[in-house]
């Protein structure tokens, strides 16, 4: 029997006190079209790959892009610092990018320790009455032009500048000012943010790959002379790891940078800003893909879902799934599988439940372990006297039925006015036709090319991931621990 419905729906944010720790966050949602599977990377020159002769080909952003399967999103300025991406950040311009993106990357901060630098040094060399410049000394000294004033005038330069930058306090206020900033973009990014994760670098020191400079008992070492100002940046950047931020990962590119032939000293002699090389940027583009760790998946390729697939990889909803490098989405969904991808969709604390044995069937050494107590204990999933039965299939109204259940258990009623022919509705079991009804309404849960929902058909790992990745643009389903 065919039967057409209406079905009023109110999204409907309540304050739940155990989600007291989450800020609060709307519920309107924004049609942007099809989704798309990004990769956003904001900060200055390196993410442009400034210097090197195919930037949109070599530079790290391309490269991590094109192994991921992503679109590349950049935001970077050449000379920017962390002032001009907050600057950036206040207009909102970016907003949309952040909370599109299954990716975020952050590189900034070189410059603000070069451009106080550089004029520390251009000021400790008028001192002398000079007319050259940090760049002119960079180039001409190390590059051994014979005839330039900057290599005649060496020795006394080399005196001065070793101890006017030895401490300098315009280059201790700059890598002062930075911590201030990255203070503000970090916040404002996971605020807004749903990525899977969000990478922050740490500050490279441009001139690692230059030499001490000795002229009669005076030596100048421009790479421990930065040292010390940006070991102060990246210390005051580590501690943002224990601010409770789920998703931030810190990655050290300095040490990367550090080995040979990483930065190109004479690439940059406009502005004594020593660039990352070609090799450099290869260097940082796999250490980044190891931090994403993003699952290369070869049976996703070419599907119709494939985009919602790579996102919903991208935000860890399919960990586990993965066994030689095949998702299987069209497997049969099991209700331990599914228990831990909600888990890991909501953001769930999983960790709590780790050690629990009390269910019969499920064994501490099943990696879903965890998840599973977690969606028991939520009261999510149902469970009986002989255990859980976490190898059995589920159909797609259980599915449906145990996302519905969060979503109350959040304080989110997902309903909405709308007209909807649902012709198998009397197919439906009757406790679950609100999750059933309330989640088709809203699109998370698909409809074949006659209108059925198909409640008792079994739920495949893709039909699975497309109704938690649906349910997220509907619902705050997914929050930034931000």
Known sequence: ?????????????????????????????????????????????????????????????????????????????EGGTSKSLVDALNTGALDDLIKE???IIIS????????????????????????????DFITDVYGKNTDSAAYKKSGAAVKQLSADLEYSNPVWAAAKNYTGNISLILSYIMKRSTAGKVVITNVYNPYAGLNALMSGQSRLDLRALGEKYISHMNTALSAYRYYGWRDLYLVDIQSVLSQDRMLDAASSSDNAAPRPTRSGHSALAKLIEGTLAFPGAADIKDRPDEILLRRAAAWGITAGLYKDGKLSPDAKLTRGDFARMLCLCAGGN???????SWLKDVQKTDARSSYIYWSVNMGIIDYDYYGFRPDAVMTREQAASALWKYLIYRGISPTIEIDVEIKDLDNISENCRAAVEGLAVVGALSLDSKSNVNPTRTM?????????????EVTPLRRSAG
Not at 460 to 472: F, H, I, K, W
Request: proline content about 3%.
């Open 350 to 356: 999983a960790g709590w439940f780790a050690g629990q």
């Open 101 to 103: 993106a299954s990716y």
């Open 460 to 472: 495949s790992r893709a039909e699975a991931a497309a109704m938690l990745m649906r349910a997220c």
């Open 1 to 77: 029997m065919t039967a057409k419905k209406r079905i009023y729906i109110l999204l409907i944010l309540l304050s739940v006190s155990l989600n007291a720790l989450c800020p609060p966050l709307s519920a309107k949602g924004e049609n942007t079209g099809e989704p798309r599977f990004t990769v956003l990377y904001l900060g200055d020159d390196l993410i442009n790959g400034n210097g090197l002769n195919s930037p949109q080909r070599e530079r790290m952003s391309a490269l991590v892009s094109k192994s991921l399967g992503a679109e590349e999103e950049t935001w970077g300025i």
């Open 108 to 135: 900034v901060g070189a410059n603000d320790f070069l451009n106080a630098f550089r004029e520390a040094a251009d000021a400790s060399i008028e001192s002398l009455g000079y007319e050259f410049t940090l760049a």
